[in-house]
């Protein structure tokens, strides 16, 4: 497989991997508790990395994702406590662990040599660089099949519980009444998501992973009113953005994960910008559709009986 | 290190004066943003402010072939790139059905994906004084200039003053915005001047501390403040005083053991404070809690045992 074409498929695996629990991050708004899982996952990385010296072994990915749950599970506690109002818990904790995590990598904590250029935006290029091949052929990028897994992983979460992830999403306190335990789904789901951000993290960065995650379901969230819908669309978009972010930064010689986090940002604004324009003229459509209709009797003609 | 010889050298006072005033500001303005419940907004508003930063560099080396690290350029652009941020996700949140934390996400990160893409152009081309630019992602408090230090100092009083001019104001509009309107104060002036004081104090901090950690800056010392007292006044002041001493703990700590870059030494330093004051302060905190439950429970227990015993 040639270098381009295995790592444009790293970018769109990986894209879709963030972006399907994206959407339930979204509709559950848990986005900023994610962007400080992407911070938080930083130490355990480190420390991972200092043990397996490989940052795509699966072992880094799975202790690495707890530093992640740990953020949520302090958020919860935080919030329990009743003595902090607001947003105030979700800012409070990554941080330090961002702060840990950057003070282990300057000490260069038992040699580990990660430059804070990758660990803050990542590097696609040098993700795909390991190629993995079997009999002397080359069948693509080695973390390629890393992300793949994530991904088969997450798809095969989403699936198992569809229903249950469904209704506490959009009616948590109903599902708690019928004796469905929220908080473990919850906690899982959390989980899962570290390990998606911890795995992405190689090609997409700390800081940027929240927007290959956010993004796409976001913009299919504007325009779409059914779940099966959202995910399809959602996909779409990540497979969009995906193939111009690396397509654009590969012309620009510039980080694709920052181009695809712009683009990614364009995209929401022309659909959401599309959408309103769309709805209004619906909506003249329709008031002029009732205008005409209610003059009909009267006039007989409708055209002079618009309302401006 | 004793404190003669910390104090003697200029790169060391520069640091420790720099990032505590820094920390001064941001505690007692993020006191405001606690107290509205919009602590993460200063998260956006602090990643935002890189786009700005550097396109203030860029600006000043090739159109006015100036020193790019001009404080007060750099207080501009990120100020305006900051402020846009936070516009941006708020009419995100207003015109769609995008829940607000999702819209902040979008915002920060294509404000910070322009940034990162700005700083990426800039280590391409040949721009004079552009070495370590990167600084402004984690901050380097050693950079710090008297020139810098009185820029900083003027804008953050400016900040302050204006907090302190529209003390009666800010407050209402915070515990009651209602009545507030109703007494004729325009919210939206007031919203406005509130946001760009706390905007201000996260900028200053974008040289020195850099833009991913300004958060701890403005949430954490709020949030130990608000531990251990009830009123408006003494938690900005004490918010200010934890930043103040938060940070100058931090920076001296970072210089004596060496190696150590100031902003993540300050954060840890000011969560260390802040789990003190949750963990343990005398009027409201997580023991004090617990011993207050513990102490009813018994008193509970006793007064129906004696009713047993009555009977």
């Known amino acids: 497989m040639s270098f381009l074409l295995g790592t444009s498929l790293l970018a769109i695996i990986t894209a879709l991997a963030c972006a399907l629990p994206g959407v339930f991050v979204v509709l559950r708004r848990n986005s900023m508790l994610v962007e400080g899982i992407a911070h938080a996952v930083l130490p355990g990385i480190v420390v991972g990395y200092a043990f397996t010296l490989d940052l795509d072994s699966p072992w880094l990915i799975v202790g690495a994702a707890l530093a992640g749950l740990l953020v949520v599970l302090c958020n919860e506690w935080l919030i329990r406590t009743g003595l902090l109002i607001g947003d105030a818990p979700q800012g409070l904790v990554f941080p330090a662990l961002f702060a840990a995590g950057v003070i282990m990598i300057t000490l260069d904590f038992n040699h580990v040599h990660l430059h804070t250029h990758v660990v803050l935006i990542g590097d696609l290029n040098l993700a795909a660089f390991q190629q993995l091949t079997v009999n002397g052929v080359s069948i693509g990028p080695q973390y390629l099949y890393v992300m793949l897994a994530v991904l088969v992983v997450n798809v095969a979460f989403i699936a198992l519980f569809y229903p249950r992830l469904k209704l506490t999403t959009f009616d948590n306190e109903f599902a708690t009444v019928l004796g469905m335990r929220t908080g473990l789904l919850n906690t899982a789901f959390m989980f899962l998501v570290s390990v998606t951000v911890v795995a992405a993290f190689h090609a997409a960065g700390a800081l940027l992973v929240i927007s290959l995650l956010v993004a796409p379901g976001a913009t299919a969230h504007l325009i779409s009113r059914r779940l099966s819908v959202l995910l399809v669309l959602t996909a779409v978009f990540a497979i969009v953005g995906a193939l111009a972010g690396f397509w654009i930064a590969y012309a620009l010689n510039a980080a694709t994960s920052a181009v695809m986090a712009v683009f990614y940002g364009f995209m929401f604004v022309a659909v959401a910008v599309a959408d309103t324009l769309a709805t209004r003229v619906r909506r003249h459509r329709r008031t002029e559709a009732t205008s005409a209709r209610r003059h009909r009797p009267t006039h007989g003609k409708t055209d002079s009986a618009h309302s401006p | ?311």
């Open chain 2, 1 to 311: 290190m004793d404190l003669i010889e910390f104090f003697g050298n200029h790169t060391f006072r520069m640091v420790f004066f720099g990032t505590m005033l820094i920390g001064i500001v941001a505690g007692a303005l993020g006191s405001f943003a606690y107290l509205r419940k919009q602590s993460l907004i200063s998260d956006v508003v602090a990643h935002s402010a890189l786009p700005g930063a550097l396109m203030a560099f860029l600006i000043a080396v090739t159109v006015f072939e100036a020193n790019g690290r001009n404080m007060l350029g750099l207080i501009v652009g990120a100020v305006a790139t900051g402020t846009l941020s936070a516009l941006f996700a708020n009419a995100i949140s207003a015109r769609t059905k995008i829940p607000i934390d999702t819209a902040m996400a979008i915002s920060l990160t294509v404000f910070f994906g322009a940034g990162m893409i700005l700083l990426r152009i800039i280590a391409n081309g040949v721009f004079p004084g552009k070495g370590g630019i990167d600084d402004y992602l984690f901050g380097n408090a050693s950079v710090i200039t008297i020139a810098d230090l009185t820029t900083s100092a003027a804008v953050g009083a400016l900040a302050l003053a204006l907090m302190l001019v529209f003390w009666k104001e800010f407050t209402l509009r915070t515990f009651d915005p209602t009545l507030s309107t109703m007494l004729g104060f325009r919210a939206r002036i007031i919203d406005t001047l509130m946001f760009t004081t706390i905007v201000i104090a996260i900028v200053i901090g974008v040289k020195a501390v850099g833009v991913v950690l300004m958060i701890a800056f403005v949430v954490t010392p709020p949030a130990a403040a608000r531990q251990w007292t009830s009123t408006l006044p003494g938690m900005v002041a004490l918010s200010g005083v934890f930043g103040g001493i938060g940070s100058g703990v931090g920076a001296y700590l970072s210089i004596v053991t060496g190696n150590i870059p100031t902003g993540p030494v300050i954060v840890l330093t000011l969560f260390a404070i802040f789990l003190v004051s949750l963990l343990a302060s005398p009027r409201r905190s997580v023991i004090t809690t617990a011993l207050r439950r513990a102490r009813a429970r018994e008193d509970l227990r006793r007064e129906l045992l004696n009713e047993m015993a009555d009977r």
